[in-house]
């Protein structure tokens, strides 16, 4: 009697405390090479910070946490293949919400990750680790709360352990595609917070930009604005300050 209790409580006491990883879909064995290293640096070539980021689109175009990004003159993505691509440029930055959105010059070794349309509360959703070689592993989490932040964006609450080195990865749904992005912050030992890819959207650099905090304290390159006379006058500041 003994050994069959035994049998039955086993599986319930080794899942608590913590997460479980999920068996790894076909489409990671590529979609993890969108998922990056990326190493900072000062005016003087001095290495600053490393962190984790991912690319989002064919273009690209990549995210990581603004703090990574802070002081830093350069800074250096490497994906699980080993591939080095210098950022180019920063195309959006918001320190409240703690991201940047970046662009380095894409290759035929490029991968990126789709992004999803919103996910449902309750729904299961995945971490995606940096890792090299063939033995890494989904992450799997719940959905346990979602609010609104702005008309478009949600912001997650996740059945994942507060841990450093789950910022910046993407919270993927069961096809691959990117939903958010994990941030750090107050939390407990058992949830964690993700911000939704359409906070995206609202990030546009403007002949404004140049007075904004936010870009101040980054000294990589900013892009300049899509449209053309918002270009022009950006360009103008920028020669008389």
């Known amino acids: 009697m003994k050994r069959f209790l035994l049998f039955i409580l086993l599986p319930a006491i080794t899942g608590i405390g913590g997460l479980q990883a999920a068996k790894a879909p076909k489409w990671l064995k590529k979609s993890h090479n969108a998922v990056c290293t990326i190493t900072t640096y000062n005016a003087n070539g001095e290495q600053l910070a490393t962190g984790t980021g991912f690319f989002i689109d064919s273009d690209g175009t990549g995210i990581a946490d603004y703090r990574l990004f802070t002081e830093a003159g350069s800074a250096v993505t490497t994906d699980a293949a080993g591939v080095s691509r210098d950022i180019k440029y920063i195309t959006g930055a918001n320190s409240l919400y703690d991201i940047v959105r970046f662009k380095v010059t894409p290759d035929k070794q490029f991968t990126w990750l789709q992004k999803a349309d919103t996910i449902m509360l309750d729904d299961a959703v995945f971490l995606m680790p940096y890792f090299t070689g063939k033995n890494g592993r989904l992450i799997e989490a719940n959905i346990l709360k979602t609010k609104k932040i702005d008309e478009r964006t949600h912001y997650y609450t996740l059945s994942a352990a507060n841990d450093s080195s789950y910022t910046n990865l993407p919270i993927v749904n069961s096809t691959g595609q990117a ?11 058992t949830t964690c917070f ?39 006058t950006y360009v103008y500041l920028m020669n008389g300050s």
């Open 179 to 189: 939903v958010g992005i994990v941030q750090s912050g107050m939390s407990s030992d």
């Open 194 to 232: 993700a911000l939704g890819l359409e906070y995206l959207n609202s990030l546009q650099i403007n002949a404004l930009t140049l007075n904004n905090a936010d870009y101040r304290r980054l000294e990589i390159r900013k892009a300049l604005p899509p449209d053309k006379q918002q270009a022009l």
